[in-house]
């Protein structure tokens, strides 16, 4: 469920998994929900890690999915994954009314600082949620520097990919932060040499802060590197 304090994963590949998400009630929560992984925690070290064709449902709400992993946090040290795929994920979500989903991504759901993503991507994914959805991205839902003590952690997402993602709710469920890579970049934050290609979705309704790169940026930093 979940890698901690210095845990290592590497050179794994897991084909046509089927993923079940369910809770007691169609309104009852879900927390760090993803294909791989669900939360990832101090000083993980995860490398070539590939899925291909996983099938997730979930009935419930979810504050935190991600198709590869769901949170990513570090208190005591940055954990890095670097060169892990997503291809030809399906996700569909089903709630016995509209609901708020929080943190939503095709590859993490939400990354709180001390993080670094190299060479990740996600590849022709299909993501079908049922709720207004806060802080939603191709790549990852949000990410936030977060200040553990005398430790300023940061994110750095470089040379990632998204291409061929379909993120459509279902009916016409509004979204609030909805970007190509992330849905809401904040303070600290840094994406660098990224590259997106072909990421729909069709909303009606209040939509706001959509961006086909970031939904919103808050003090942090879009750049290509140097030749």
Known sequence: E?????????????????????????????????GAIGRIMDQAEITNVTLTRPTITMKGIAKGFGGFVGYVTSKDGASTLTNCT???????????????????????????GGATLTGCS???IKITPDGRTYYYGALIGSTSSVDWGNKSAT?????CAVSNANLDPRLNRNCNQFGGIVGYLTAGSSVSDCYVSTVTSSRNGNNQNIGGLIGQIFSSSIRKPPL
Request: charged share 10%; proline share 0%; net charge negative.
């Open 86 to 112: 997503v291809s030809d994920l399906t996700a569909t979500q089903t709630l016995s009314a509209e609901k708020h989903n929080y943190h939503w991504g095709g590859f993490a759901g939400s990354i709180d």
């Open 155 to 159: 994110v750095t997402i470089d040379r």
């Open 2 to 34: 979940h890698s901690a304090d210095g845990s290592v994963v590497k050179n794994c590949t897991s084909a046509n998994a089927t993923i079940n998400f369910n809770y007691a009630t169609t309104s009852a929560n879900g927390y760090n929900l993803g």
């Open 122 to 124: 996600v590849n022709t």
